[in-house]
């Protein structure tokens, strides 16, 4: 599942909103200075945060969140600072200039909205670099990775904390305490900027998992610092219909017999796997699984269907290598998983009636006709053809966290 680079981390989209309620503070002041209950209100300063898509003597023209372009223009004498990217304080913040600002940038304009709503007067800009997002972004990517570990949520302990997670044929114990901080991903999103604060109570049985934090030397347990799980649908099986224009595509799911509407929009990453790698894949994931129940959270163990992920396969006799025809699938899907960003990337329009697909898709919101595809993968063709009861399970990750094995 991609995640792209272009969004900020849920931490430094957190750090902008808090300075919203010191810009609440500022609307408090400026109505305290008002000379009388009966002179006329001065508009109240509010604020907008967005992205820098160009800068030009005094105007800044921003996309903000909400995905409207605006054009802010910054009063002489205007309040410029720089804030560190993670800080929360604007006493930590230093002075700074417009000539600084560039495309990139994340900003929070205080001011008032002009004659239209696509203008803006600022008296104060909150400016965070482009490079320290980018820096910070990385720096998390190399945590994952190296302290990153996960799988399918196989059991869940509220008394003590602890999940029971799979990867392969592997069991791992995560410890959580009250210091874990616990994410959700949100809808159809596998974005870690996207993902919403969550709770142990949460996660449930056949979840997909990832955990950071200290592992044992066996690897096979960790003491969490952060969790992030989410809950999602692989699919598999030819395209019966497909509609561009609307988005759409129906299929008959090899594993639950059924067909199934998946909705494909722009966030979803499509990829076409190449033969050659499709055929090896086909080999190792040789024996099926069993057709019974669903597919919800997938077998596979914590592998990347990431953007930004760069994990190698694991190695031959690692985690999940072993454990028969089951085992071997399962890892097999995990490989699958953390190769999958290097396939090309294609459009829907590049789908035809009858090509064979492998799909994770967000979990339906009950009495939901449809879900909606995080990734679809085609020229599974020969997978699909060694695994008639459905295609290996493909599963997600953060910052190309991996398998759940030692390292």
């Not at 800009?125 to 972004?137: F, H, T």
């Not at 999940?163 to 991903?185: H, L, N, P, Q, Y």
């Not at 090309?344 to 697909?357: R, S, Y």
């Not at 979990?363 to 939901?368: N, S």
Request: proline share 4%; charged share 15%; hydrophobic share 40%.
């Amino acid at each position: 599942m991609a995640i792209r680079n272009n969004s900020l981390t849920l931490k430094i989209a957190l750090s902008l909103g808090v300075l919203f309620a010191l810009a609440g503070s500022m609307n408090c002041g400026l109505a305290a200075q008002a000379p009388a209950p009966a002179a006329p209100a001065a508009a109240a300063a509010v604020s907008q945060r967005g992205t820098v898509k160009a800068v030009s003597g005094n105007t800044i023209t921003m996309v903000a969140d909400a995905g409207q372009t605006v054009t802010v223009n910054v009063a002489t004498g205007a309040m410029i600072m720089q804030l560190a990217v993670g800080s929360t304080d604007l006493k930590t913040a230093t002075a700074s200039q417009l000539t600084d600002i560039a495309v990139g940038d994340r900003v929070l304009v205080t001011g008032k909205v002009g004659e239209t709503p696509e203008t803006f007067g600022a008296v104060r800009v909150i400016l965070m670099k482009s490079s320290d997002i980018a820096s910070m972004q990385a720096a998390q990517q190399a945590d994952w990775k190296a302290r990153g570990m996960g799988g399918v949520v196989s059991a869940v302990d509220p008394a003590t904390g602890a999940i029971t997670i799979t990867s392969g044929a592997k069991k791992i114990v995560v410890s959580t305490s009250s210091k874990t901080d616990f994410k959700r991903f949100a809808g159809g999103s596998v974005k870690y900027s996207d993902a919403k604060p969550g709770t142990l109570a949460q996660i449930q049985p056949k979840d997909q998992l990832q955990a950071r934090g200290t592992k044992s030397e066996d690897g096979a347990s960790m003491q969490a610092e952060e969790v992030i799980s989410g809950s999602f649908e692989n699919l598999s099986g030819q395209i019966a219909s497909i509609d561009p224009a609307a988005g759409k595509i129906t299929l008959k799911d090899l594993a639950t017999k059924k067909v199934i509407t998946v909705d494909v929009t722009a966030s979803s990453d499509i990829r076409n796997m190449p033969l050659q790698m499709a055929n090896m894949f086909a080999a190792r994931s040789n024996g099926g699984g069993s057709a019974a129940g669903g597919r919800r959270g997938g077998g596979g163990g914590g592998g990347a269907i990431t953007a930004d992920a760069q994990g190698a396969p694991a190695a031959q006799g690692g985690p999940g290598a072993g454990g028969g025809a089951g085992g071997t699938r399962r890892s097999a899907g995990a490989d699958l998983s953390q190769m999958i960003t290097r396939f090309p990337t294609i459009t829907l329009a590049d789908l035809h009636k009858g090509d064979a697909v492998m799909i994770v898709a967000s979990e339906p919101t009950p009495g939901a006709s449809t879900v909606m595809a995080v990734t679809v993968l085609t020229g599974v063709d020969p997978i699909l053809t060694a695994n008639p009861n459905g295609g290996m399970d493909l599963s997600m990750s953060v910052g190309g966290g991996g398998g759940g094995g030692a390292e």
